[in-house]
């Protein structure tokens, strides 16, 4: 099966993928989607950023980690940032700034001034299994901020040389980002982009598993300059070839 790799802003490749598994319907997972949505939405914030190399803003979501003002999202989102304006489900905007990141694996930990915020917990085992019910809590630019989309783990595969979750879940522009939570609300991973198939139901959805995150929240200081993995970030427009954010 062929597939279009797509970035925020470019085309990246065409590649032929023959260990992707095909995406699987979304049955309806046996979640208690209002227990869910009480529990994660105060956590989730969504991002929009300025860049330093470009007049476009970029919009993408994060999750709080903690009660002092961390939060996770993909690196792709803040890459190249002048400033990073956070709007929380409390109703203010404010400013984050970038702690740690990680481009190879597209998750970048970021710091509000500030206490007592809602955060996720982590789920103890970096490991998701397939067949699994999840639940993305994110801002899709097409529909309601911190809405719940449900789906399944679909498989556990290495993509460009990382591991990744492929996802039931069809991803948008804007959920970049967004926490992958299981049935007890507990996050397994990160949404952050697709292979773009010749129709809707060729795309194919990933997310970033925890063990990266981890590693980032145990560094706490900048990455050294690292060359990025092929980004697979969500994109609004299959044709056009410079997508606006």
């Avoid at 939060?71 to 709007?87: E, F, G, K, M, S």
């Avoid at 409390?90 to 710091?111: C, F, I, M």
């Avoid at 699994?132 to 097409?142: D, K, M, T, Y």
């Amino acid at each position: 099966m062929k597939f279009v790799v797509r970035s925020l802003q470019f085309v990246v490749a065409v590649v032929v993928v023959s260990t992707v598994t095909p995406p699987l319907p979304a049955a309806p997972p046996s979640l208690d989607l209002n227990a869910l949505a009480s529990r994660t939405r105060p956590a989730v914030a969504a991002l929009k950023v300025t860049r330093t190399k470009s007049t476009k803003t970029c919009t993408g979501t994060g999750f709080f980690v903690s009660k002092d003002g961390q939060l996770i999202t993909n690196w792709h989102v803040i890459r190249d940032a002048a400033t990073i304006a956070v709007a929380t489900a409390g109703g203010e905007t404010l400013t984050a700034r970038v702690v740690a990141e990680d481009p190879e694996h597209d998750v970048a930990l970021l710091q509000i001034d500030g206490h007592e915020f809602p955060a996720l917990e982590l789920a103890s085992s970096d490991l998701a299994e397939a067949g699994v019910p999840i639940v993305l809590v994110g801002n899709s630019q097409f529909r309601e901020e911190r809405g719940l989309r449900g789906g399944i783990v679909a498989a556990v595969q290495r993509i460009f040389g990382r591991t990744m979750i492929q996802i039931s879940t069809p991803l948008q522009p804007g959920l970049s980002g967004s926490p992958l939570v299981n049935a007890a609300g507990e996050v397994i991973g990160v949404a952050n982009g697709q292979f773009v198939g010749a129709t809707e139901e060729e795309n194919v959805n990933f997310a970033v598993p925890l063990a990266p995150v981890r590693k980032l929240l145990t560094r706490m200081l900048p990455a050294p300059a690292a060359t990025p993995a092929p980004s697979l970030a969500i994109a609004p427009d299959p044709v056009k070839l410079v997508i606006a954010e």
